[in-house]
Each structure stands twice: as C-alpha cells, then as structure tokens.
C-alpha cells in the first residue's frame, strides 16, 4: 500500500475512533454535569467559572504555542522536545504560585470568600497538565488517537465518578474542583504510561530560539482568544451575579458537550493536513470535506438541542437551574459556526507563517470589543446575542483567508454546506410541529418523540437525497475498519 494510502487509513480510523471517544464522552459527561448540578447550587458554578478563566489563560502562556510547532515541525529533535518539556514545568510552576497568591484579592473583589479556599487546590491543574503536554503532542504527530481518545474517555470516566461521589456526599463546590482537577491528573498519567518518550540528557541549545517566532504569534493569538472566549464571564460575576453566572456557564457547559465531537474531526486532521500542505489539490479537497463533515455533524446536534431544550432542562434539572434556558438556546445558535471557523483557523495554523494569523486575531478582537461593551452592560442574554454574532463574524474572518492558501473556493464551500443547511432547517420544523402536537404530552414523552422524529428526518432525508456529506461518512467508517483489518 502507498504511503498516502496509509496516511488516509490512519486519519480515517483516526477520525471514527476520535467522534466515537468525543460521542461517549459528551453523553458521560452530560450526565455527570446533570446529577452535580441538581446537588450544588448555580453560585457555585459561577465561582468555579471565574477561576476557569484564569486556568484558561495559564495554560495558554504554559504552552506558548510550541506544542502546535512540534507538530507542525518536519523533523523535530530530541533537543526540541526536552526543551519545550522544561519550559513547560519551569512556566506552569512559577504561575501557579503566582495566581494562588493573586487568589484571596480575587476573592475579595467578587465578594466570594469560598474563592481563596478552593483555589490552591484547582490551580493544580497547571503542573499537572504540564507534566503530560510532550507525551500527547508525540502521540498526535505519531497518529495514534485511538490510544489518545480511549485515555481521554477513561479520564473523564474517572472525573465523573469522582465528581459524582463528592456530590452525592454534600461536599457542593468541592465536587467540581474534584472533577476538573482528577480529571487532568489520570490523563497525564495514563500519558506517562503509554508514551515511550521519557526526558532525557540532549542537546536543547537554540532550540526554543528557534521555534519561538511560529509558537509566540500563536501563542499571543490563543492568549488573545482565551480572553474575548472569557472575559464575558468575570463581567457577568461582577456586574450582575453569582448564580447569573452559574445559569450562564451551565448553559456553555451543556452546548460545549456536543460540539466537542465536532474538534475531534479538527484534532485528527491538523496533523494530517500538515503532512499534505505541499500537495495543493489533495489539500483543498481534504480541507473541503472536513469543513462538510464539521457542518454535517454540528447543524442537525445543535438545531435538534435548541428544539428540546426546555423538555431537556424541565426533565432532567432541577428549578434552579431553569433559568438557563435561554441562555442555552441561543449559544446554541453561535455555536453553528464555531466548528466550522475552527477548521478555517487549522488551515491558516497549517500553511500560514503566523503574523497572518496575528492580525486576523486583532481584527476580530477589536469587532468582539465593540460587542462587548454594548451588551455586556444591557444583560446577560444580550452577552448571549453578542457572542452569537461575534462567532459567526470569527468564522468569516478565518475562512477568507483560508482561501488564500488553497485553490479551494468559496462558492464551492457554500455549494457544499447548502444542502446540509437546508436539511437541518426541515428537520428543525418537522420537529416544532411536533413538539406542538404533542404539547399535552408528558414532558419525557415528548423529549423522546422530538428527538426520534428528528433523528429520522435528517437520517432519511440524506439517504433519500444522496447528501455527499452522508456518502463521506460511509466511505470514513469503511476506511476505519478496513484500517483495524490491516
């Protein structure tokens, strides 16, 4: 067999395997978040949020961009691993010494005492992740997410159970620091465990010098990313409240679950795309179906969630968590083109030098500023709206660069989403009229009759009307089992 048969092989059982790990992962934890949250109270969620954001930004500064660079490098040397690996331990240790310091000023300026306690013990997460990043970017240059996908479910297996346990026992906020924190740790050391790669003596002279260009346009990039994906939230904690943060974060926590299958298409293709940057025609088409699977998989999800949304929180969460609703919907909405901007994003990663993508980040950033300071003081459901909108101007300012380094089209991206926009929308209405026939219905009755309704209508419908993105599907699993055989 070919080499680039066996490169397509691999990124297919790549892919099946990483939706499949995403797929049970999404359900696991969707049910783990249900049975904590009808057991802690929305203000704590909003604490655990704030601190979220701080852990968010850590990592992003502990990484700095180079392990996206080793992935990308051709050839990178035992010198280059060991240095990004001491750069990573020496970075995440000095700034989780910092921001535990920091903590009890944060806590006094939400007014959330709570805050200092439990964030000595959440910010762990930093070393913790840190320990494990060479050994997951190894493994991802080396294709084997099966291995990465089965760690990553048995994490959030273990989290769960932990979570679940501390929140049955009353133990409130702790469980989601229980939670976040088990969860990092099992999969660092299921890492160590199963990557050969251990840190040993070699030469490391010039090697961070020498990918620090790619790696800190990237990082400045992601830090800047991280803020505007965040910020909204130290607002709404401030201005508003606790428990508006918690509905809020919630809801994020509940539509992040299922578009989290849609980055297991973006992590499985970014090492293989950088592999085939060079082959013009095999890299346009192969960013092409990945943008149509992306849509295939993400359009009827989150239709159907904004179509069940209040049988779903009436059914499965108790009353303090109902306001959210709304919230939900409608981030649901953004989430549309998130996925799809993120594909854009690994193509400019793949082929552009970085300041492209620095400027690009500038540009949104100033356009998400403006929303911002115009819904953020007018309510949190405008905040809502503002991140929506923001998202869908993300996913045009990352595609129409994209362009620029393939021979790809943007009609023939349209030509290639259409269809499955226009089966999603059918599928959405089948749905309501349903929901409306059978209002009398018991709330899980009819949860059960939307979602069966509208499985079957977009299943038949691209059976019926032969959707490439369906034919794609078929011929990925084929390629995935007939990698298993090999």
Not at 20 to 49: C, F, H, T, W, Y
Request: proline content about 4%.
């Amino acid at each position: 067999m070919s080499e680039q048969g066996k490169l397509t092989k691999r990124v297919a059982s790549g892919v099946a395997w990483s939706i499949a790990e995403k797929a049970g992962s999404a359900v696991l934890q969707a049910v783990v978040s249900i049975v904590v949250a009808n057991r802690i109270m929305p203000m704590d969620m909003g604490i655990i949020a704030v601190l979220a954001v701080f852990v968010a930004l850590a990592q992003v500064v502990v990484d700095s961009g180079f392990s996206q660079t080793l992935i990308r490098k051709a050839a990178p040397t035992e010198g280059d691993y060991l240095a990004v690996f001491r750069f990573n331990i020496v970075t995440s240790t000095l700034l989780y010494l910092l921001l535990t310091a920091i903590a009890p000023y944060v806590a006094d300026y939400y007014g959330w005492p709570v805050l200092a306690e439990v964030a000595p013990v959440m910010l762990l997460m930093l070393p913790l992740n840190a320990i494990g990043v060479i050994q997951n970017t190894r493994m991802i240059r080396e294709l084997r997410f099966a291995e990465l996908s089965t760690m990553t479910f048995l994490s959030i297996l273990i989290s769960g159970a932990i979570a679940v346990a501390m929140a049955v026992a009353g133990l409130g906020i702790w469980a989601l620091v229980g939670q976040r924190v088990s969860a990092i740790a099992s999969k660092s050391a299921m890492l160590w465990w199963r990557s050969e790669w251990r840190p040993r003596r070699a030469d490391t002279k010039g090697a961070l010098g020498e990918m620090a260009p790619f790696s800190l346009r990237l990082m400045l990039t992601e830090i800047i990313t991280s803020i505007y994906n965040n910020i909204s939230q130290l607002f709404i904690g401030k201005i508003y409240s606790g428990d508006a943060l918690g509905h809020f974060n919630q809801a994020q926590k509940l539509v992040y679950m299922p578009y989290s299958v849609s980055q297991s298409i973006q992590s499985v293709t970014f090492p293989a795309l950088a592999r085939i940057k060079d082959e013009e025609q095999k890299f346009a088409e192969s960013y092409r179906m990945v943008i149509m699977l992306t849509a295939a998989i993400m359009f009827p999800v989150m239709a159907g969630l904004i179509a069940t949304a209040e049988d779903f929180y009436h059914l499965l969460l108790k009353p303090d968590w109902h306001p959210a609703i709304p919230y939900f919907r409608v981030l649901c909405v953004g989430s549309l083109f998130t996925p799809l901007s993120l594909v854009c994003y690994n193509i400019l990663k793949v082929k552009s030098d970085g300041a492209t993508i620095l400027r690009l980040e500038i540009a949104k950033r100033i356009i998400w500023t403006i929303i911002l300071v115009v819904t953020i003081p007018h309510s949190v459901m405008a905040v809502a709206w503002g991140l929506g909108i923001a998202a869908a101007c993300e996913m045009l300012l990352n595609m129409i660069p994209s362009l620029r380094y393939t021979t790809l089209t943007l009609w023939r991206i349209i030509r290639s989403i259409v269809p499955i926009a226009l089966l999603t929308a059918a599928m959405y209405g089948t749905v309501m009229l349903v929901g409306e026939y059978a209002a009398q219905w018991s709330t899980g009755a009819r949860l059960a009759i939307k979602i069966f309704v509208g499985v079957a209508t977009y299943g038949i419908g691209g059976l019926i009307f032969r959707l490439e993105s369906f034919r794609t599907a078929i011929d990925v699993a084929k390629r995935s089992l007939s990698g298993r055989k090999d």
